[in-house]
């Protein structure tokens, strides 16, 4: 099936705060300043579209996806994804592909323009199982089991409207059953599991190319408690490749966290090995970060996406664009580090719990 995802976040505002005791530290200058970046921000993105679309950049991104995903059906020995496409729609999609306009007989170059925007709020939250030092590579997938997913992520500058082609993306996420490789700690399965400190699944660093994209393959999150489906990223510019295939240095641009549309994770939940993990979904809606991201803003974090074959279990496209303000400097947390001696924790600890 081709299923097409446009989740509108337009009524998020009227949503009330799912986690308010997350927030109590946080004062109401602090709101107000990230509301301010949030419009500035989204003032500069709509100054850009025209740019965007004088420069063909929307074409180029229509024609790169649906190249992309022809590249992965072949890889999984698929069939071209134009050859049934009107059947392949699945019925439960309709009210997804109503709401974005799309028919059944949609031409691919309007389809995979369709572009989420992810507008970066001026403080994301790296959470507590950052890893620094990991490793420079495309293929994140590390033998876990789940559905495969090839996600893209194009960086655009908010300020000059272009991509950026020198952003590095720091991205992680949970395996299947909701544990982070790369740390031992509470909160994060068995936390008496030394081994999996070094251990680097679903966990990379990608460089932009010339129009600013960044691809991974990897799987579909899965979840642990109190958190939806997300992935992680951190932006780093002015980085320096070392010989040994990993960055340093340079500043963060960017801080923040990608999700995916409660109809697909709620597929995946139901399939193995998803299925196994007991532990309460927290659902989009519920979230304290898909909260902040989307609260007072038209940003959206949620990939769009389509299904590479019939089934999850051929994969998933999913892409999104992002708009970083390139001036702008964080300084992520993080507990644990990639050495060469594999994943150390800092101060000798078991990191930060969760
Ligand atoms: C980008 O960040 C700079 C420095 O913090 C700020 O002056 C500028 O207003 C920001 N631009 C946008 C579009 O948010
Ligand atoms: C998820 O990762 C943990 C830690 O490495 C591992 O014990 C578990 O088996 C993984 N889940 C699956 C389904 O492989
Ligand atoms: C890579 O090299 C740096 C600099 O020598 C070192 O600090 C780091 O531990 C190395 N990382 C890995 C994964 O080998
Ligand atoms: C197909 C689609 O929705 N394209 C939009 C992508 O975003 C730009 C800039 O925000 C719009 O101008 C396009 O119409």
């Known amino acids: 099936m081709l299923y097409l995802s446009q989740f509108a976040i337009l009524g998020l505002a009227t949503i009330s705060l799912a986690h308010p005791g997350e927030h109590h530290s946080r004062n109401d200058i602090h709101e107000l300043a990230k509301r301010e970046f949030k419009v500035a921000a989204r003032r500069g993105l709509e100054a850009c579209a025209g740019k965007l679309e004088a420069r063909g950049y929307h ?47 949609t031409p691919e170059s309007t389809l995979f323009a369709s572009n989420g925007t992810c507008i970066l709020n001026p403080e994301g939250e790296t959470g507590p199982f950052y890893v620094k030092g990991e490793l420079i590579r495309e293929d994140l997938t590390g033998g876990e089991p789940g559905v495969p997913i090839t996600i893209e992520g194009q960086f ?53 190319d010339e129009y600013g994209v960044v691809t991974f393959d990897s799987i579909f999150p899965g979840h ?59 659902e989009n809606i519920d979230d304290r970060v898909f909260y902040t991201e989307t609260d007072g803003t038209e940003s959206d974090p949620v990939f769009e996406y389509v299904y590479v074959g019939d089934e999850l279990a051929d994969g998933l496209f999913g892409w999104i664009t992002i708009a970083v303000n390139s001036s702008a400097t964080y300084d992520p947390k993080y507990s644990f580090t990639l050495t060469a001696n594999g994943g150390v924790a800092q101060g000798g600890g078991t990191g930060m719990k969760a």
């Open 224 to 282: 642990y408690s109190g958190r939806a489906t997300h992935h992680h990223i951190v932006a780093h510019l002015d980085a320096t490749v070392l010989e040994n295939g990993t960055l340093t240095g340079g500043t963060v641009a960017h801080v923040g966290q990608l999700f995916w549309d409660q109809d697909l994770i709620t597929a995946v939940e139901a399939t193995a090995p998803y299925n196994t993990n007991s532990i309460a979904v927290t």
């Open 156 to 208: 655009i500058d908010v300020e000059t409207c272009e991509p950026i082609t020198e952003i590095w993306w720091d991205v992680w996420n949970c395996n299947s059953t909701g544990v982070y490789s790369g740390v031992q700690s509470m909160g994060n399965g068995n936390s008496n599991d030394a081994s999996n400190l070094d251990n680097t699944a679903l966990r990379g660093i990608g460089k932009a």
């Open 59 to 105: 074409t180029e991104a229509a024609s790169r996806r649906a190249a992309k995903v022809e590249t992965l059906r072949h890889r999984r020995g698929l069939l071209p994804s134009n050859s049934n496409k009107r059947d392949a729609v699945d019925v439960d999609a309709k009210s997804h592909l109503s709401t974005a306009g799309y028919t059944f007989d």
